[in-house]
């Protein structure tokens, strides 16, 4: 069965919540590790926000499915960006039969889109 999700948010909201609650959004969305690697930049900091909820889409779950922190977009150094799941989502995943999730991210000036395909 062929999954889809995509998800597209404008990075000034982003932007906004970071600005108004800072450690309180980042610890509640994002891993120690996407924190490292976004260090503050919002467009990255989105683009990761629009995966995570693309994610959901594909996995059926909505935002109260799965927490947040159990998926994680991890990009090693000169690789694509790749989904990552922990928990719950991993539990999901494997209960509808997803092996992997291929990820395509782009950003702009004012938005970041995420689209997703189980594999």
């Known amino acids: 069965m062929l999954l889809t999700g995509i998800d597209i948010i404008e990075i000034y909201r982003i932007k906004?919540?970071?600005q108004n609650y800072p450690d309180r959004f980042?610890?509640?969305i994002f891993t120690k590790q996407e924190i490292e690697y976004c260090r503050g930049r919002f467009p990255q900091i989105a683009a990761?926000?629009?995966t995570k909820e693309a994610v959901m889409k594909l996995l059926g779950t909505g935002i109260r499915g799965?927490?947040?922190k159990?998926?994680?977009?991890y990009r090693a150094r000169g690789k694509a960006?790749?989904?990552?799941l922990h928990?719950?989502?991993k539990k999901k995943a494997n209960e509808l039969g997803i092996k992997e999730i291929a990820l395509s991210i782009s950003h702009s000036r004012n938005y970041a889109v995420a689209s997703v395909v189980s594999v």
């Open 48 to 50: 990761r926000f629009a």
């Open 81 to 84: 960006p790749k989904v990552i």
């Open 16 to 18: 906004e919540v970071c």
């Open 26 to 28: 980042m610890r509640k």
């Open 66 to 68: 799965v927490p947040w």
């Open 87 to 89: 928990g719950n989502a």
């Open 70 to 73: 159990s998926i994680e977009v």
